[in-house]
């Protein structure tokens, strides 16, 4: 996915870290990030737990959230931007309340993906990278999801579906709505 | 046939900590406990077990590797990132077996004197993490994971380090780098992870898989172990398999089975209607084989590696006369793409050539000199990259042009031309 321009815009870090100097996450998660630097060796490696536990929270990672990380992590705010955006599973805006991945790589395209794909598309009148003006769906076409012996696989949210028809695709998002 | 694996697999309750204690469960750790470090590394030196996430480097020795009285920690990590296309088997033994794996692991840290494990597994796994995750619970519960365990004397913890979405945090230098907090980006060898790995200390990679077979290993020693399969290739191998088969599933052989069998018995043989064409028998990244050469050949590493391809993962994509080669070989250029960590200028430039070049002539407007150039980005990056994720992509292309020419020469302008079209 192309960042848009406004993405692009340029950051200031001294004034994001200004201005989420009051950030914290629940009570909940902040005792799990205490938790786990206790247990890591320093405090930059607990940086992809701690970015999960911002989306799970938030939904996404904003970049005042990622100054939040950065000053957590003790690493600049420019490594966390790294980080985020190398991972494909951290979204930097925000996705739909049901977030679908339907794989497309080789084991899945052996047994049917491409129907699975166009009757998810044509469903959700979405392309790959698509989110829903109403914010209840987005949708991504991903590599391998490790469901092989079980496709085609579709993803939504956590939840891995498999064995599917394009009728049953179907048929999973009706039951969503 | 032994299964060492699956020996437990479907009993009831097994994916419980009373489950897997009722079916003999942490007798391996215990023994081990009882022992010295290093005749349990002897003992899986014997066994012959060999790193079952595709590199197949024999697990006892990598473990012998870890430098002595450094003064330095020592860090297990286990590898549960399953991402390599075609492979599904790491899962199947979390999900169902999640105790036997962490008694391997904690045999292995044992063996290796790690006071800390990384569990790093696969952003996209749900199932997988919320068994271990609870798994992991139980054990600090029950001070398997703690100080003193089992009255031994040793210590030892184990946190689970969720990936998020990089196929290359697979490769043991991008998981290290994972695990350190950064982007997955592999590390030039050597120094090796075993002398200077996670916090520039001492680490061992592991697969899940070669770990779930410690504690069997253990139990029956390493001689039972080794006298399954074949003299090379020791022990059991779980394959996962997918495509056009009747029963796609992963199942556990020993080393040496033939691919026929495994293809006609276990997964049922064809899919109803299917001719087989071709086998991947190792996860994507290895050269693929005519379906009667791969039939014809057993599953340990000499005889898949003397009919021209790789053990790898385990991984057997299985393909049918229906599927366009090149189209597949698209898919997998597209793939490789996606994930090169981009570090090393042969891998990013020549994945995303690669995939340009092979969707064009997917698409049908492909130039005569497309499969030229895509054999000379093939060779340039292989064996030029820090890791092997290039090369990667690159025998995918060298098989697919050496076994199935024709199919991407019927879709290019010179073929047409001769064709009178």
New interface residues.
């Given amino acids: 996915m192309q960042p848009d321009i406004q993405d692009q815009a340029v950051i200031d870090a001294d004034e994001l870290m200004a201005k989420t100097a009051g950030f914290k996450l629940s009570a909940e998660r902040e005792a799990m990030v205490d938790d786990l630097q206790s247990r890591y060796p320093n405090k930059k490696a607990t940086l992809l737990p701690l970015l999960w536990a911002i989306q799970e929270q938030e939904g996404w990672i904003s970049r005042e959230w990622m100054a939040y990380a950065a000053r957590r992590c003790e690493v600049p705010l420019s490594h966390v931007l790294g980080v985020v955006t190398f991972y494909t599973m951290y979204h930097q805006k925000p996705v739909g309340k049901y977030h679908v991945q339907v794989c497309r790589n080789i084991s899945c395209h052996i047994r049917g993906a491409t129907g699975i794909i166009d009757a998810v598309e044509r469903k959700l009148g979405l392309q790959h990278g698509g989110v829903s003006a109403c914010g209840k769906w987005s949708l991504e076409h991903v590599e391998c999801l490790a469901g092989c012996s079980w496709a085609p696989v579709m993803q939504i949210n956590r939840t891995l579906h498999e064995n599917l028809s394009p009728d049953q695709a179907v048929k999973i998002l009706d039951e969503l709505e | 046939m032994t299964k060492v694996l699956f020996e437990h697999r479907g009993k009831k309750g097994v994916d419980t900590f009373a489950g897997w204690e009722a079916v003999g469960g942490f007798q391996a750790l215990k023994r081990a406990l009882k022992m010295k470090p290093e005749e349990v590394i002897e003992e899986v030196k014997a066994s012959g077990l060999r790193g079952r996430g595709g590199a197949g480097f024999p697990t006892g020795v990598k473990w012998g590797f870890v430098p002595k009285n450094t003064g330095k ?1 020592i860090y297990l990590c286990i590898n549960a990132d ?7 088997k ?2 199947v033994l979390m999900e169902e077996l999640p105790f036997m794996c962490l008694e391997g692991a904690l045999i292995a840290a044992y063996a290796i004197g790690a006071k ?1 494990a990384f569990w790093y597994i ?6 997988s993490e919320r068994v271990i995750r609870k798994a992991v619970e139980t054990l600090r519960e029950k001070g398997v994971i703690g100080k003193n365990v089992f009255g031994s004397g040793w210590d030892v ?1 184990l ?1 689970v ?7 290359i945090c697979g490769e043991e230098t991008g998981l290290i780098s ?7 980006q592999p590390k030039i060898k050597p120094p090796f992870p075993a002398v200077e790995g ?2 520039r ?1 001492p680490t061992i990679v592991n697969n899940v898989e070669s770990l779930a077979a410690v504690p069997w290993i253990l139990n029956k020693g390493g001689a039972t172990y080794a006298a399954l399969g074949t003299e090379k290739s020791k022990g059991t191998k779980l394959f ?5 088969v009747a029963k ?3 199942y556990e052989v020993e080393m040496g089975y033939p691919m026929r069998d495994l293809i006609m018995n276990e997964c049922g043989g064809p899919q109803a209607g299917k001719t087989l064409k071709a086998i ?1 028998p190792g996860g ?1 990244s290895v050269p693929v084989l005519p379906a009667e050469t791969a039939l014809g050949m057993n599953l340990d590493y000499e005889s898949v590696q003397a009919a021209g391809s790789l053990l790898g993962s385990g ?1 057997v ?4 006369e229906s ?1 366009s080669m090149p ?2 070989l698209a ?2 250029g597209r ?1 490789y793409a ?2 090169s ?1 981009g570090q090393c200028t042969p891998c990013r430039e020549g994945t995303g050539w690669g995939s340009r070049l092979l969707n064009r002539i997917d698409d049908g407007g492909g130039k005569s000199e497309d499969m030229v150039t895509l054999e000379r980005i093939a060779r340039f990056m292989t064996g030029t990259t820090i890791c092997f994720l290039a090369s990667s992509m690159a025998m995918p292309i060298q098989s697919f042009f050496k076994h199935f020419r024709h199919e991407f020469e019927a879709l290019l302008p010179a073929t047409t031309e001769a064709r009178g079209d």
Avoid at chain 2, 122 to 127: A, K, M, V
Avoid at chain 2, 161 to 167: I, T, V
């Fill in positions: 920690p399953e991402s390599e296309p075609g492979t599904c790491d899962r800390l696969r952003g996209e796994f749900d199932l913890d946190v380090h969720r990936g998020a979405g990089a196929y994972s695990v350190e907090g950064d982007k997955g996670a916090f200390c996962s398999v997918s495509g056009a796609p599933g992963v991947i994507s991984g994509i299985v393909i049918d599927q189209e597949l898919i997998l793939f996606h994930e960590c």
